[in-house]
């Protein structure tokens, strides 16, 4: 044996990481979209013109806003910002999505970007024109016109539960690549 020292590197382990899951986001993002898309369609053709209606006993009222803005009434003036936002948006989540590894993350952020892509298809084909079109929003819960909680479509919902599922990801130590946050410091 000689006592040279040896030149073979020493390797850490290699790290199991669970698959891909870039699929979810192709499949659940699709749904959430066709579903916002059909629900602002139905509830154009049934509503247009027409006074809120109370569904569920006054739960929620179905009624038509065209909305120029941000939730709550926000940025008004500033469509084509928001635009470019959610178009940022939509290419953020398309960059990530070869390397999801959790599942939480796919599902999080496929809801975020139906809910943006079904957005941003208002805010460039609905009046009064492209980067500057109006959002349809219908759903009210319990009051009409706004007056309890601001009024909003399926988009909207799935980027606030999206979003919450995705700071959900993040206190629990998750990140977007299935690793626990911990062990990549």
Avoid at 21 to 50: C, F, H, M, Y
Avoid at 130 to 136: E, L, P, Q, S
Wanted: proline share 7%.
């Amino acid at each position: 044996m000689s006592d040279e020292p040896s030149t073979e590197i020493e390797r850490p382990p290699t790290e199991i990481l669970p698959p891909r899951r870039a699929w979810l986001v192709l499949i659940v993002a699709p749904i959430v979209l066709v579903a916002d898309l059909v629900t602002k369609q139905l509830t154009l053709s049934a509503l247009e013109g027409e006074a809120p209606v109370r569904v569920l006993g006054g739960l929620f009222y179905l009624q038509i806003v065209r909305n120029p803005g941000a939730a709550f009434g926000m940025a008004t003036g500033m469509t084509w910002v928001l635009t470019l936002i959610a178009l940022a948006v939509v290419i953020g989540i398309i960059w990530v999505m070869p390397k999801l590894r959790s599942t939480g993350w796919a599902i999080g952020l496929s809801l975020v970007l139906a809910g943006a892509i079904g957005n941003l298809l208002d805010r460039f084909f609905r009046a009064p024109g492209a980067m500057h079109g109006h959002v349809v929003d219908f759903l009210s819960p319990f009051a009409p016109n706004g007056e309890v909680f601001p009024v909003f479509n399926v988009a909207d919902s799935a980027i606030v539960c999206g979003g919450a599922l995705i700071v959900l990801m993040a206190l629990l130590g998750r990140d977007y690549d299935g690793r626990r946050t911990a062990e990549k410091k």
